[in-house]
């Protein structure tokens, strides 16, 4: 009995032991698929002409940061193998020390590549590619499209939010500051696209793409960006008349914002209307009465009442983003081309996990999607908003356009050189006189309205 103890000990030693060396295996791999991944580019081919189009003093700053990480990464496994020497309490065994230097030896070597100066761009490309390779970063290098269908080529740190990268390009592009220009992904295989928003963490966003995704980032200037602070009664009083929304003044707006958005919490736009709804893996469409809350989309099914029993959770926000759409009408027969739809950022292809939705115009569209955007975003979007407006501010009191123009060399109502004219919106222009009969509506109760 002792016998087979021992042997059934033994076994499950072994066992033990190969159980570890697959799980150190599996780690090791996933390490250097991440460390792969780490290493990829948005737009180019492949990561070679990526860091060609990159701008001389992009490539010097990449291979800097590079440097410092190796630097700190070699520096803490010295720390790490120096205190498991220095903690070791049985006999040293050769076999180990021999392994501990063999350990040591590789991350040696990057110090005296860093020692040689590369002189080339085709040196250092070829540098940065290797640092890449040891380095475990999160960084991308992105071709951004602009709107006379040339491109800017950036390199974005998983640190820098889209409200950075939008600054590092008002510096390349050398346009104006306006809080309408946006960041925007294309999906052509969904036909959908949207805007990110500005708290967002491009690398983050960007990493939800798959390797051979034909997505594209766009630079544009986007109207209905902020529309909801800039004419917040189009979403606050869209049961209005049209003639009353159109006298709001500057006042009146600003109040609408502070009740909405003053609070700690923001209050949604009760918004609900007919929507078209794309039915599972058909090309059919139903209309169903929709409501939008602060906890989701619910709507009404058939042979049911508008009442609050009986709505049922059409989609939660938390998880989903809204994409407008183009062509759905060809694509899906829809009975508009003013869809949108909602899905988990990870769907890159068509998907039953995927909601289609469809509007009689584009005012309802915007009405909606904006709404979305609230309801999700909440405070985060009114914080955006105000650090567009102090970017956008600040950046055109420092611009050489208002300079010369303060100094007289430039006449007002003059377009700068080099800057972009205002572009017109479909939205009706708003006086500064305010109505006479005009009341800012009470806010609720409570700071959110939940079925």
């Known amino acids: 009995m ?89 006999p040293v065994d050769p076999a180990m ?33 290797e640092k890449l390779k040891e380095a475990k970063v999160r960084k991308l290098i992105v071709k951004v499209l602009l709107i006379d269908n040339s491109s800017k080529t950036l390199m974005v740190d998983e640190r820098q939010t889209v409200r950075e990268v939008l600054d590092k390009l008002f510096e390349k592009t050398h346009c104006d500051f306006s809080i309408d220009w946006s960041l925007c992904e294309t999906n052509p295989e969904l036909q959908i696209e949207r805007g990110f928003e500005d708290h967002e963490y491009l690398v983050e966003s960007l990493s939800a793409w798959t390797r051979h995704s034909e997505n594209k980032i766009h630079f544009l200037s986007k109207a209905q960006k902020y529309m909801m602070f800039t004419e917040p009664q189009i979403f606050y009083m869209w049961k209005k008349q049209k003639a009353s929304m159109m006298a709001i003044n500057s006042h009146a707006k600003e109040l609408l914002i502070k009740e909405h958005f003053g609070g700690l919490t923001v209050i949604v ?59 759905y009408k060809q694509k899906y027969r829809a009975p508009t081309n003013f869809c949108f739809i909602l899905k988990h950022p990870c769907i890159q292809k068509e998907s039953p996990h995927i909601k289609f939705l469809c509007c009689d115009d584009e005012h309802t569209m915007l009405l909606w999607v904006s709404s979305i955007r609230i309801s999700k975003y909440g405070t985060q979007l009114y914080k955006n908003y105000q650090d567009a407006v102090r970017t956008s501010t600040l950046q055109t009191l420092l611009s050489p356009a208002h300079k010369d123009r303060a100094n007289g060399q430039i006449p007002p109502g003059r377009t700068p050189p080099g800057s972009s004219p205002l572009k017109s919106t479909n939205i009706d222009v708003c006086t500064d006189e ?12 409570l700071g959110h309205e939940h079925v």
């Not at 929709?290 to 049911?304: D, E, N, Q, T, W």
Request: aromatic residues 6%.
């Open 269 to 327: 736009p009760d918004l609900e209307g007919m929507l078209h709804l794309k039915e599972d893996g058909k090309k059919v469409w139903k209309p169903r009465f929709f409501v939008l809350r602060a906890s989701g989309i619910y709507y009404v099914p058939k042979g049911k009442t508008k009442s609050t029993t009986d709505l049922i959770c059409f989609t939660q926000l938390e998880k989903v983003n809204v994409y407008t759409s183009s062509n």
């Open 434 to 445: 305010p109505p006479p009969d005009f009341i800012p509506l009470p806010p609720p109760l």
């Open 97 to 129: 020390t021999q392994k501990s230097k063999l350990a040591i030896t590789p991350s040696a070597e990057p110090s005296k590549v860093m020692n040689t100066e590369p002189q080339t761009k085709a040196e250092k490309i070829q540098l940065a590619l």
């Open 2 to 90: 002792d016998n087979i103890d021992a042997m059934f000990s033994d076994l499950l030693g072994e066992m033990d032991n190969l159980s570890q060396s697959l799980t150190s295996a599996v780690d090791r791999s996933e390490v250097a698929a991440a460390s792969q991944d780490s290493a990829i580019s948005i737009g180019f081919t492949d990561l070679n002409e990526s860091l060609n189009d990159l701008e001389d003093h992009d490539l010097d700053a990449l291979m800097a940061d590079l440097e410092n990480k190796l630097t700190l990464q070699e520096s803490s496994t010295n720390e790490e193998i120096s205190s498991q020497t220095h903690n070791q309490t049985s």
